[in-house]
């Protein structure tokens, strides 16, 4: 039932996003009078709505998508209960220590993967929410460490700067399959009937749903590369808001867990689309250039090293 109900969050995501850029392409051709396949420039010009339309759509949903997806609860900033009054006041005293204006709604969802997330529009309008599984796993130390690591996120901007990049690389990756789909048919084309015939259109998007594949795929070693890049930053800034102590040793009981973690089916663990900003990454199944966040010991090892300061 859980899954069931992802999957259509997931799909009514999708479809509000490709109806808001539907409808802002269709006001742009029509005040505008622009034919966006007449040339490179109004496809490029094409790709890019499309590209960063389809982010920051996303982006803006994230919150919700996030409730949705893995059932945040978010808790009352008056709540009494001792549990979540603990978290509030926690993640309210590092996002001060962090600089932030105003403070991230904060949520629990149920799964008994330790983890975290952040995300949210921007800073001032971010939520910062923890499982069940790291709340009953974790202590008040280790908490804490993790929560820095999450509000470090949010003062960093990485959720806006993650959009910029998904956003320049979606771009790019669909532009250059209308390119190489265009290359291929003209390859491809003998006389001016086949360009013309019924069996071309078919072909044309087989073509370019492939291709598209392909440089959407590279197109995401890039996104990973700079989500890496990013954890560590938000180690450094987990340290700074809190403690160097607290944030190692955040990152050695995730580490001792990660074992049993990757025993846990993905359909138990509330995994999304926030997979990208959550404390602990999997390494399972996909090589090191696809993975979202660096190993444990490579992190631990900057911490303890200070390397985590360059």
């Known amino acids: 039932m859980a899954m069931a109900k992802r999957i259509f969050f997931f799909i009514v995501t999708n ?12 006001l742009i051709s029509y005040f505008f009078g622009i034919n966006f396949y007449s040339n490179n420039g109004s496809l490029l010009l094409l790709c890019f ?9 996303s982006l803006f949903l994230s919150k919700f998508m996030a409730k949705m997806f893995n059932g945040v609860q978010i ?33 629990i969802y ?32 280790e908490v804490e460490g993790v929560l820095a690591h999450e509000v470090a996120h949010v003062a960093n901007g990485d ?33 001016e009937d086949s360009r013309e015939g019924g069996g071309s259109f078919f072909l044309r998007h087989m073509i370019y749903s492939l291709v598209s594949i392909v440089f959407t795929l590279l197109g995401s070693i890039i996104v990973m590369y700079f989500s890496r890049a990013r954890e560590f930053r938000a180690d450094a800034g ?16 995730l580490k001792s ?14 995994a999304s689309s926030m997979n990208i900003f959550k404390i602990s990454g999997r390494r399972g199944g996909l090589v090191r250039l696809f993975m979202t966040h660096p190993p444990l010991e490579e992190r631990i090892e900057a911490l303890n090293n200070r390397t985590y300061l360059v």
């Open 159 to 191: 959720m806006v700067t993650l959009t910029l990049i998904q956003g320049v690389v979606n771009s790019f990756a669909m532009f250059i399959s209308f390119i190489v789909t265009n290359i291929i048919m003209n390859a491809l084309r003998r006389d």
């Open 257 to 270: 867990l990660s074992s049993i973690q990757e025993q846990i089916p993905e359909s138990e663990t509330g």
């Open 15 to 26: 479809l509000l996003v490709v109806a808001t850029i539907g409808i802002l392409l269709s």
């Open 238 to 253: 987990g340290a700074r808001f809190s403690s160097r102590e607290k944030m190692t040793a955040a990152l050695l009981k």
């Open 75 to 107: 808790i009352d900033p008056n709540t009494m209960n001792p549990t979540e009054r603990k978290l509030i006041n926690t993640v309210y005293d590092i996002a001060r220590r962090a600089g932030l204006e105003k403070m991230p709604d904060v949520g």
């Open 110 to 141: 149920e799964s008994p993967e330790p983890n975290a997330f952040a995300t949210g529009p921007s800073r001032s309008n971010s939520l910062v929410a923890v499982s069940t599984g790291l709340l009953n796993t974790m202590n008040d130390n």
């Open 49 to 57: 709505i499309w590209g960063f339309g389809g982010a920051f759509v």
